[in-house]
């Protein structure tokens, strides 16, 4: 399986980049992104761009994958909605909608959230741009998308996430994820069994589009 990945320097991204390398079944990771991972594989190729909404600056590196995990993602803080829109919603579907048109048999992996507003019209402005996101990508023609709506995720094998608050926040918390963990298993996910579950359903699909925590761990159980 050839795999594209978009965001791998983020949490869920090294999680996805990990497991993709640690694979037997993948045979290339391309990765696409603002800065280099830093990781050295023979299967991985690196692309880096300032602008990733300036698609002739990557666009040859778009072509060919069986999977795209889209791990992109930005905190809603401080945002305005029109400037979420723009870095959640339009720069997904830019970069989707090409891809669909070059790789028509692609599974698409989109990295939403826990609480994303399908109706697009409740009162949380990140929840309503996520769930128009998550309503768009539906209806391009890929062979499957699956949207994955993790919530608490324990980070492992120095994973980090790239904001300050939230690596401060683990940080606090470590001493507790453990258990965390083993008693809230349908809730919680590890970054390891984040990344399993978008190899699962890129090769054996999923019952249902969007996948939430426990619809994500009755995966890994049936995996």
Known sequence: MRV???GATGMVGQAALRESLL???????????????????PKLREVTTPDLFDLTAY????????AAFFCLGVTSAGLSEES????????????????????PGMTFVYVSGSG????????????????????TLLRLPFRAAY??????IVPL???QSKTRSYRLFYSAL??????????????????????????IVSREGAPKPVLEARDLRALLLRG
């Not at 990765?31 to 594989?41: C, E, L, Y």
């Not at 666009?59 to 069986?66: F, M, P, R, S």
């Not at 008693?183 to 190899?199: D, N, V, Y």
């Open 23 to 41: 694979d037997p079944g993948v045979t290339s990771v391309v990765s696409v992104g603002r800065t280099p991972t830093g990781a050295q594989h």
């Open 84 to 103: 979420y829109t723009r870095l959640t919603f339009s720069l997904t579907i830019l970069i989707a909608k090409e891809l669909a048109g070059r790789n």
């Open 157 to 159: 094998d120095g994973i």
């Open 4 to 6: 594209l990945l978009f």
């Open 116 to 135: 994303t507003d399908s109706s697009e019209h409740g009162r949380s402005m990140w929840a309503r741009v996520k769930g128009r996101t998550e309503n």
């Open 174 to 199: 470590s001493p507790l994820l453990p258990l965390l963990h083993r008693f809230f298993p349908k809730a919680i996910l590890t970054t390891r069994e984040l990344g399993h579950a978008m190899l």
């Open 59 to 66: 666009v040859e590196a778009l072509n060919g994958h069986d």
């Open 147 to 152: 949207m994955f709506r993790p919530g608490f």
